[in-house]
């Protein structure tokens, strides 16, 4: 719903950082030192593409529900909702997560 009121500009991708797990599979809860820095995402929304010199349009890479590999660093921090969202650029993303 939060994704729904901003629409990215240009080769911009709004992304949610997947959180990471809190307890092991056997359901012991893991202490914060144990947990993991996640640095995958989920795209929520994402904007036409750039323009080149001739006005051409180069699309994004991403699409809408894609499950991406973000970047250790970068992205700008976006609050909606009480929700923390990052705007990054389609070049800053690392990949695509299959399935």
């Known amino acids: 719903m939060a994704a729904r009121r901003l629409i990215p500009l240009l080769d911009r991708v709004l992304v949610e950082k997947v959180q990471a797990a809190t307890k092991s599979a056997g359901g012991v809860l893991l202490p914060e030192s144990a947990v993991q820095r996640v640095n995958e995402g989920i795209v929520l ?20 529900g894609d499950r991406v590999l973000l970047p250790e660093y970068g992205g700008n921090q976006v609050k909606l909702l009480d929700k923390e969202m990052y705007l990054y650029r389609d070049e800053e993303l690392l990949g695509i997560l299959k399935e």
């Open 45 to 64: 929304a994402v904007g036409p593409g750039r323009r080149t010199k001739d006005g051409e349009l180069i699309p994004v890479g991403v699409r809408e």
